[in-house]
């Protein structure tokens, strides 16, 4: 399986602060890799795919970039309803995995 | 976009078949456009991927969870399944269905609310 490692696993962050998240692959993955936000006792909405696209209705100050074994999702002014966890998923191979998250809190 | 939701049993004993459904609107599930999929969080966890099954019936499941677990598609009744069997503890998880979308590479784009299944005696 490939493993995805995100960094840090624990984010504290300010309004207006701009954050970046690490995704990194145990193997080259292409561009094949989606980051999900998840508040909590809901499911996970798809933000960005393909490494740096963004879905339909995501607000612009998110972005993702990267290939291959590193790829990085930024937030670039931190809004109240951003504080969430966030994962990343890879689809290049089966099982598709999932990062184990990274928790973004108020500080 | 799809709406999905999550049916089932809350609570399941140990040793026992866990099963779920998902119901599906907006789209149809034999359509070649869309994977339809299951995935879990135990509580306090990441996600966790469990499997797809796709249009044309052929499915692809977690190595960790294979030999456990089968998933389904009712296309008449527009819903899909999911079966876990010999479930202990572990197993306890909020689990979502999910439909993933084609655009050069599957993207898991609608989702279940989720349900809690407790295994527990």
């Known amino acids: 399986d490939i493993q995805l490692t995100q960094s840090p696993s624990f984010l504290s962050a300010s309004v207006g602060d701009r954050v970046t998240i690490t995704c990194r692959a145990s193997?080259?993955?292409?561009?094949?890799l989606a980051w999900f936000q998840q508040k909590p006792g809901r499911a996970p909405k798809l933000l960005i795919y393909?490494?740096?696209s963004l879905q339909s209705g995501v607000p612009s100050r998110f972005s993702g970039s990267g290939s291959g074994t590193e790829f990085t999702l930024t937030i670039s002014s931190l809004q109240p309803e951003d504080f969430a966890t966030y994962s990343c998923?890879?689809?290049?191979?089966?099982?598709?995995?999932f990062g184990q998250g990274t928790k973004l809190e108020i500080k | 976009q799809l709406q999905l939701q999550e049916s089932g049993p809350g609570l399941v004993k140990p040793s026992e078949t866990l099963s779920l459904t998902c119901s599906v609107s907006g789209g149809l599930i034999s359509s070649s456009n869309f994977h339809w999929g299951w995935i879990r969080q135990p509580p306090g966890k990441g996600l966790e991927w469990i499997g797809y099954i796709f249009s044309g019936g052929n499915t692809y499941y977690s190595p960790s969870l294979q030999s456990r677990v089968t998933i389904s598609a009712d296309t008449s009744k527009k819903q899909f399944s999911l079966r876990v069997n010999s479930v202990t503890a572990t197993d306890t998880a909020v689990y979502f269905c999910t439909s993933a979308v084609f655009t050069s590479g599957w993207w898991m784009d609608s989702w279940g609310q989720g349900t809690l299944v407790t295994v527990s005696s």
């Open positions: 193997q080259g993955i292409g561009n094949y």
């Open positions: 998923q890879q689809v290049n191979l089966y099982p598709h995995t």
């Open positions: 393909a490494a740096s």
